[in-house]
């Protein structure tokens, strides 16, 4: 190959080193061809039980995307994955930007895979069409879990919607779980009700916390802490250890004051942390005896039941609200009747019959 | 008047002592035709106005009429009451059954009535349709209250769902205080949602509880010790006193791991005896406390902007969702689709998707 770039201009640049020749032209064609064919629903069904991560990940790209074409392949893959699906645990994590997060899903997720399990971390992150992925936006972050070849790594589906984002995870759990995965993490940040949502998709819920002066409390949202079946308090490490311990035995009492979970099962604190490994094994411990204890007294196969549940009556709700508020003459009457109402002109009631009978007349 | 039950057979009766003679008996005929007579809107709401006690009954059992023209008329009462409302404080009061609501209900409103309030108390307990009302049923418990003038006590209306009893309730509220009532007080106990609807409507939110062995926390139900603003712990009388003190220290050290308010105000907890009275003075010390903070602030004010445009919403919503349950061809494919969902067989978006299609095609 002859060095092209050479002209009479002043910006004249040196003969390189020549790239190597192409040897095999029909092979790169076939390669660009493939890259524009999309899979069939079949063919990317086959992918993700023969464990291949490309069709995994196609199929979740297929999930988040907004085509309506789209739409009906993907429920395709997801029908014939479900028969596949369920054999897994799946754990969601939460806790306030600064807790470290994804230093914790890292070190905990090292363990797991070394314990020969083949782990998926998601993330549920309404926000990240916003701001570009608050979590999980930057795999580097989770260095050594990224090229683990039994973990498998997606940030967070965008979209306006927490409920939208929120359908398009619990579909990734049935795909990644189709693949063989069979620990699913969900990761979640403290926006909005995304916390809840997570809540209502995983089998074990985790609250990473940090020891301090107290004024870390603040920054959890109400209910988190009803919700947690263990608080982990993680940077548990050199001067903090003592301060861990300390904010252990103070969320220990709190727990005890709470009502008795449906589960049955009494939340428990441990402290750790991520940069030297101290009490990663025993948050595996805890969720495990979770595990044991729910799948004993059939509380596990009831909530994953109930929670099936769930999400086919809320986005059945969801979809009724969004048609009712998508009606340009009601959006109208709305901002009206809004007014009147904050201005006791008009009960809430009355003003709700007003836009109902707008709406079904 | 002769007696003219005397007749020739077996049955025979004595002649008794003659009830006096009718000397006006047109003035009967007028009672008796009121009586069968409707007031008017306009009659009920001048007698709320006037603070007529039985113009006010008159128009919650209108309120609370299934009667399609009683709802109009209803309609109408509210809409020219609703700009003399508003002028009151509203306090949610709840504590799982055993507590001693009434009791100290009864001391509380006796308390305020003395302090020249005027007191009005009405409840939210969607079971009672079922119990015939396991709350404020009985006027019975309430004894000083009940007779007191300045004391309105009216017991939850009736209905199957939470929804169309919050509704009466809210509606109910706006009569009180249009009849001059300052002091409204919403009593409800722990049946499923009940308690959130409650504080949905309170300006202030009330968690009564005992002292014990650590199980009188058993009872109440998950979240409500965050949406509370106080707790007062009752029955802080002769050996109980020690123990309601050491409850008292261990609730104020849990509610300072929750998160802050968005009220800021610092939920106070207090102890109290209903029966000696003790503790009574300093729970309205709070409430006031509570009071000055957030109207200063101006979250008192926005705070009921934004619940009466959550209950415009949530009534939308709730209807919504009824229309939709309620059609029998919904009904059948709802139950095909829950199994398929709770079978791994269909994904609950997917059956969703279905069930939408047939609602909306």
């Not at 190959?1 to 095999?24: C, D, F, Q, Y």
């Not at 903090?240 to 005890?256: D, G, I, P, S, Y």
Request: with cysteine; hydrophobic share 35%; charged share 25%.
């Amino acid at each position: 190959m002859s060095n092209s770039k050479s002209k009479s201009s002043s910006l004249h640049e040196k003969a390189g080193i020549s790239p190597p020749e192409i040897t095999n032209v029909s092979a790169i064609n076939e390669i660009q061809q493939k890259r524009k064919l999309q899979p069939s629903s079949k063919e990317l069904v086959d992918g993700i039980l023969s464990s291949s991560r490309t069709a995994l990940s196609r199929a979740i790209t297929l999930i988040e995307s907004t085509n309506p074409e789209h739409l009906i392949k993907a429920n395709e893959v997801i029908k014939d994955c479900l028969p596949h699906a369920n054999n897994s645990v799946r754990i969601g994590i939460t806790g306030v930007p600064g807790v470290g997060k994804s230093t914790f899903i890292e070190a905990f997720g090292k363990y797991l895979t070394q314990s020969g399990k083949k782990v998926a971390v998601l993330a549920v992150d309404p926000s990240s069409s916003l701001s570009h992925g608050s979590i999980l936006g930057d795999k580097t972050r989770m260095e050594e879990l990224v090229k683990d070849e039994n973990a498998f790594i997606r940030p967070s589906a965008s979209g306006a919607t927490l409920g939208g984002v929120a359908r398009k995870t619990r579909e990734a759990i049935i795909l990644c779980e189709a693949a063989g995965f069979d620990t699913i993490i969900i990761e979640t940040v403290g926006v909005g009700q995304s916390e809840t949502a997570v809540h209502s998709m995983v089998d074990f819920f985790l609250l990473l916390k940090i020891s301090g002066a107290g004024d870390e409390l603040q920054g959890i949202k109400r209910g988190i802490m009803e919700m947690a079946d263990a608080i982990v308090i993680n940077k548990a490490d050199g001067d903090n250890v003592k301060k861990a311990n300390l904010a252990k035995v103070e969320f220990n009492r709190a727990l005890h004051l709470f009502p008795i979970k449906k589960s049955a099962w009494q939340p428990k604190v441990t402290t750790c942390s991520a940069v030297t490994k101290d009490g990663i094994p025993e948050v595996w411990e805890t969720i495990s005896s979770y595990f044991e204890q729910t799948k004993e007294t059939g509380y596990f196969q009831e909530n994953r039941k109930d929670q099936n549940h769930f999400w086919m009556m809320e986005t059945i709700n969801e979809q009724l609200k969004s048609k009712f508020y998508s009606q340009p003459n009601i959006l109208s009457e709305l901002e009206k009747n809004k007014k009147a109402v904050q201005n006791n002109e008009i009960s809430p009631f009355a003003a709700a019959q007003n836009l109902l009978e707008l709406y079904f007349k």
